[in-house]
């Protein structure tokens, strides 16, 4: 005779709050590490968290005195836009040891 499916469920909603509790375990974690990217050869460089925020943004005197604004500007998307992808890989990397290199959907 089989199992109750009640049973199985419960087994289940247990399975899916330990793997939430982790879940949340880990986004913390990944929150917590740093990452930076620089352009224009250490220009511009920006300090961007697990968790997608930036931290800090470092800028080499010459360039603030420089008359570009334009390369200023093109520099800070750069180095933050590149500080954002480390940061979404960093949080993707910590997620695998969740999923098992599953890939799901929706989750990084």
Not at 15 to 38: D, Y
Not at 80 to 89: F, H, I, S
């Amino acid at each position: 005779m089989s199992e109750h499916p009640l049973a199985n469920m419960g087994n289940l909603l247990k399975q899916a709050q330990a793997m939430q509790e982790k879940l949340g375990k880990l986004q913390a974690e990944a929150a917590a590490k740093t990452v930076q990217a620089s352009a224009g050869g250490g220009m511009v460089t920006v300090t961007a968290t697990g968790g997608m925020r930036i931290a800090k943004v470092e800028i080499d005197p010459d360039v603030l005195n420089a008359k570009d604004p334009d390369m200023l500007q093109d520099l800070l998307v750069a180095a933050t836009n590149e500080a954002l992808r480390k940061a979404k890989d960093v949080m993707a990397e910590e997620m695998k040891g969740l999923t098992g290199g599953l890939g799901l959907p929706g989750i990084f």
